[in-house]
């Protein structure tokens, strides 16, 4: 099936193209990281309730703080896509998300991790809430099913290597429970920078298009 002329005539981000690929490992890396940050506390609640001296009803909250805040931000993240950009609240959202992680294995006290927690939902709305809205205005209409289903599957994924990464090193490693959660997010900084490529990528390439036709 030949593309349509809509999609020839705007600037596309088309499958078989280097900016359609780095742009599509980037989405996958934003949805692996986001969701890897969302349930990274879930294998963690033995060791924050020993770690802040909680009982394992309160240490729970961890998780469900986060996936509160995300769910009650997904309602006012859209307000401001359109005046600010989406690539930007995407990139940004995952920085902070990040640092606010990090940050947040350096807290002594359980109201403020929970606070650090809500942060990092109100964070991670940012992806959630435009990854799918960027696909659907970005890639050529024929290529957007793909392109969404791998970042889906990103999100899964990240999801349960969350889960697994940050379980596996609370079973086998002695280590306080800042020392582990500053560990693993240092590990996903990397998938932030492979977005942030992705994303620059397109942006030349549509520069270029931009000033071509300018020239012209």
Known sequence: MSPSNDD???????????NYYAALCALFFAGFASFSLLHCVQPMMPVLASF????????????????FSLAISLLIT???????????????ALIT??????????IPSWSFFLLSRVA???????????????????????????????????????GMSGRIFTGVLSESLDWHQHRLLVC????????HWRMCQGFIAHQEQLTGLNDGAVNL
């Open 97 to 106: 998300a990040s640092v606010l992680t990090m940050l947040s294995s350096l």
């Open 184 to 191: 693993h997010k240092v590990h996903w900084v990397y998938w």
């Open 52 to 67: 802040f001296q909680v009982s394992p009803t309160e240490s729970s909250f961890a998780l469900s703080a986060t996936t």
């Open 120 to 158: 990092v939902g109100f964070a991670v709305s940012g992806v959630t809430a435009f990854a799918m809205t960027y696909i659907a205005e970005e890639v050529r209409s024929l290529d957007v099913a793909a392109t969404m289903g791998l970042y889906i599957s990103g999100t899964a994924l990240g």
């Open 8 to 18: 020839l005539s705007n600037d596309y981000l088309i499958k078989g193209s280097s």
């Open 78 to 92: 859209g307000f401001i896509s359109d005046a600010i950009g989406r690539k930007f609240i995407m990139v940004f």
